[in-house]
Structure formats: C-alpha cells, structure tokens
C-alpha cells in the first residue's frame, strides 16, 4: 500500500528535498505545491519534479496566508494524488514540518488503520474569535492581502469595521451542510480524500460559499466529512505536534530542542513548526531518532 504526502510550500527548496529523501523508498509518493510567488526557482522545482518518489509539484497559485487559494492547493494535490489507485492514506504537510516516526511506523500505521485522523469541531466554536462566525459572515479578500505589509494590514481591518458598522453579515444558507472546524493538517484514507473531491465536483455551493472566508481551508474538509458517512471513522486527533503558545517568535510556536521529550511521546506523525535556526538542534535531533543515529 502505497502513502501520499501532500506538500505546500514556498521556500527552502533543501528542506523539501529532505523531506522527500526521509522517505525513501517506493512506498510513498510525494505531490508538492510550491507558492507561485514563494523563494524556490524554477530549476530547483524541476530539479523535485525529476526525483523518483515525486509524482507531481506544480506553483500554479500565488498563496497569501488566510486566503482560498492554500485550500485550492491542497484541493489540487488531492486530485492528483487520487489517480493512483495503489495509495491508501494521504498526508497533509507544509515545507515547515518534520516527521517524528520511522517509515516502519508509517506502513505499520497504513496497514492496520482505516480510521480518518482528522481534527474538527462544530462552528461556532468556543475558542474562536467571537465562535468564528465573522470568519465567513464579512468578506476577507485575503488572496490580496499581504498580512506582512502593514498598508495592506490597515486597509483590511478598516474594511472590515466598515462591514460590521454598516451591518454587511453574509448569511450562511441552511441548505449547506452544519459548518465544522479544524486544521487543514490531516491523515485520511484514499476513499475518503475521493468523497471530498467527488463532493467538491457535484456540490461546488459551499466551496463558492467559503470564498472571501478567512482561512476557508479550517472549514472545508471537516464541514464535507462531518456531514457524510465517514464521520463515524473520523478520529478527532490529526496527529501533528503543535504547540500553540506563542514562543520563539511565533505562533504557534517553532519548535526547539526543548520539544524533543514530549514530540517523542507524543503520537504524531510530524511536528511543526520547524525553522532554521531556532529548530537546527531539534531536527538534527530528529534526523537521528528516525535513523537510529546516536
């Protein structure tokens, strides 16, 4: 049986390369995203597309963080990924996360599992802003919005008090499926990945919906799997070690050796986030473990 990583990713062409060597053998396949307007080349795209356990990498989206467009990503990949029959689990990642267990680990976890690992809640949701419903009632055009330009910055939350004041709330049709929550970082089966695309095709409405959301990618896979037969497999855990303190700078956190103990005793797959230099002791930690390296 064969597994998918689906990557999205904008710089650090080297980590990339990693990741794909980490599994190295014919049992995976690796189907890559790489921002249209991120810090990897051309040639070093080619250079990914030509190794042998990478079936597809394409930078056809410009991607802003909050906008469509990651979901639109991670929509593509999955097409691509469905037409090979042979794989029965596929993996989300982004170009920051690291695997914490050993490729025995993984087919193990392929071969004895049918379960969907897939973190999700129903909306609104108690420890979302106002239950996150003014992430889908006011339109954030975030595909052009860059959140590190501080012009730009201004100028969306200016027009969102400007919606709010003029009470400009988009309505959420009961026609559409109960809305749930949750990351867009997930490990599911092949055939539920091919009931979400399939859904996508025949009942395009809530995609249309979740344009002009903010982060329309935590609402899209949960609220399509949730309402379908496939909920009684999901397991509300999507086995990636977060933390989300702020710490280091972000949030969630980057990850440092301090970390180590408990990604070792966690049950995730991956950790996250992983950045140089902050993370560089951590991941040579983590090269070492799934290696057998002292």
Known sequence: ???????????????????????????????IHVDK???????????????????????????????????KCVLLLARQA?????????????GCDYPVKNLSYFKEFAAENRKEYLENF?????????????????????????????GQLK???????VQEKLGMKRSYSRKLPALHGGSIWWSLTYDCVKYVIDYTSVHPRLLRRLKYAFI????????VIMNSLFAKNVVNDNL??????????????????????????????????IESPVSDELLKHLRGSLTGAK
């Open 122 to 150: 129903p909306v609104p949701a108690s420890h979302w802003y106002k239950g996150g419903m003014d992430r889908i009632e006011f339109y954030h055009p975030m595909d052009w919005v860059n959140m590190r330009d501080f």
């Open 155 to 161: 100028y969306y939350y200016w027009a969102l008090k």
């Open 1 to 31: 049986m064969k597994q998918a990583i689906l990557i999205t990713a904008y710089k650090d062409a080297g980590r990339l390369r990693e990741l794909v060597d980490v599994f190295g053998d014919g049992d995976f396949e690796f189907y």
């Open 82 to 94: 469905l037409k090979n029959k042979n794989i029965g689990y596929m993996h989300t990642i982004s």
């Open 37 to 71: 307007k991120g810090d990897i080349s051309e040639r070093e795209c080619a250079a990914l597309a030509a190794h042998p356990n990478v079936a597809y990498v394409s930078r056809k989206y410009k991607v802003n963080w909050g906008g469509m467009n990651h979901l």
């Open 216 to 223: 329309p990618e935590e609402f899209y896979f949960q609220t």
């Open 240 to 273: 990636r070690y977060i933390d989300w303190s702020d710490r280091n700078g972000n949030c969630p956190a980057v990850l440092d050796i301090t970390d180590a103990g408990a990604i070792r005793d966690s049950a995730a797959l991956f950790a996250r986030k």
